[in-house]
T-cell receptor, first 115, second 112 residues
Framework: GAGVSQSPSNKVTEKGKDVELRCDPISGHTALYWYRQSLGQGLEFLIYFQGNSAPDKSGLPSDRFSAERTGGSVSTLTIQRTQQEDSAVYLC?????????????FGPGTRLLVL | SQKIEQNSEALNIQEGKTATLTCNYTNYSPAYLQWYRQDPGRGPVFLLLIRENEKEKRKERLKVTFDTTLKQSLFHITASQPADSATYLCALTMDSNYQLIWGAGTKLIIKP
C-alpha cells in the first residue's frame, strides 16, 4: 500500500515569505507527527495530531509555525515569515495509534532552504 | 531533561564483520527504545523496538541490547553488507509520553 507522502520534496524560498508543507499519512492512521531535522541533529518534535483530539503543539519553536489536519487525514505545516534558521528537512510520520510503542512510518521529507 | 548520545563519527566496517552502534541516554530509563535506519534523502525506517524489561531483541541479522544500569543500548548487525550502509538513529520514549526523543544518528559505512 501507499506510504506517507509529502510535498513538495524541495522548497527554496526567500526570507520573510510564507511556506506550506503538506503531508498525506497512511490511510487509516489516526496519529500524525511533524518533525524537523537539521544537519547533524536528531529529529526535533514539532506537533502531534491524534484523531479529533486537540493537537499537541508543544514542540513548535515559535508562533510563526502552525499546522492543521483536515478530516483526520491530510496535514499542512505552515511557516510564516520564514527565517534562515528555518532551513531544515521537515518530516511527517503517521502511526496507527498514539501508543508509546507504536511504530512511526515516515515520509521522505520536505527539504526547505530559506535564502 | 532526557538526552540521547550517539557517536557522531562515521563507523567504517569491513563487509562480513559485525557492526556495533551505541546509544547512550541520560537520566531515567525509557520504557521503550527504538532503532531506525535512515538513507540519504529519505525518512527514517523502523527496525527494532526493545522494552525496558527486555535485555535483548533479535530480527534476522539485527540484534539490540538494552542495559538500564549502563543507560545504554547497543545495535548489532552481523555479517554486514554494503547495503547496510546508512545512518542509524535511536529514539526513546517514556512510559507516559508518546513523544519520541531522538539521537542524532551514527553513519555506518560497510566497505566491500
Amino acid at each position: 500500500g501507499a506510504g506517507v507522502s509529502q510535498s513538495p520534496s524541495n522548497k527554496v524560498t526567500e526570507k520573510g515569505k510564507d511556506v506550506e508543507l503538506r503531508c498525506d499519512p497512511i490511510s487509516g492512521h489516526t496519529a500524525l507527527y511533524w518533525y524537523r531535522q537539521s544537519l547533524g541533529q536528531g529529529l526535533e518534535f514539532l506537533i502531534y495530531f491524534q484523531g479529533n483530539s486537540a493537537p499537541d503543539k508543544s514542540g513548535l519553536p515559535s508562533d510563526r509555525f502552525s499546522a492543521e489536519r483536515t478530516g483526520g487525514s491530510v496535514s499542512t505545516l505552515t511557516i510564516q515569515r520564514t527565517q534562515q534558521e528555518d532551513s531544515a528537512v521537515y518530516l511527517c510520520a503517521s502511526s496507527t495509534l498514539a501508543g508509546v510503542a507504536e511504530t512511526q512510518y515516515f515520509g521522505p521529507g520536505t527539504r526547505l532552504l530559506v535564502l | 531533561s532526557q538526552k540521547i548520545e550517539q557517536n557522531s563519527e562515521a563507523l567504517n566496517i569491513q563487509e562480513g564483520k559485525t557492526a556495533t552502534l551505541t546509544c547512550n541516554y541520560t537520566n531515567y530509563s525509557p520504557a521503550y527504545l527504538q532503532w531506525y535506519r535512515q538513507d540519504p534523502g529519505r525518512g527514517p525506517v523502523f527496525l527494532l523496538l526493545i522494552r525496558e524489561n527486555e535485555k535483548e531483541k533479535r530480527k534476522e541479522r539485527l540484534k539490540v541490547t538494552f542495559d538500564t544500569t549502563l543507560k545504554q543500548s547497543l545495535f548489532h548487525i552481523t555479517a554486514s553488507q554494503p547495503a547496510d550502509s546508512a545512518t542509524y538513529l535511536c529514539a526513546l520514549t517514556m512510559d507516559s509520553n508518546y513523544q519520541l526523543i531522538w539521537g542524532a544518528g551514527t553513519k555506518l559505512i560497510i566497505k566491500p
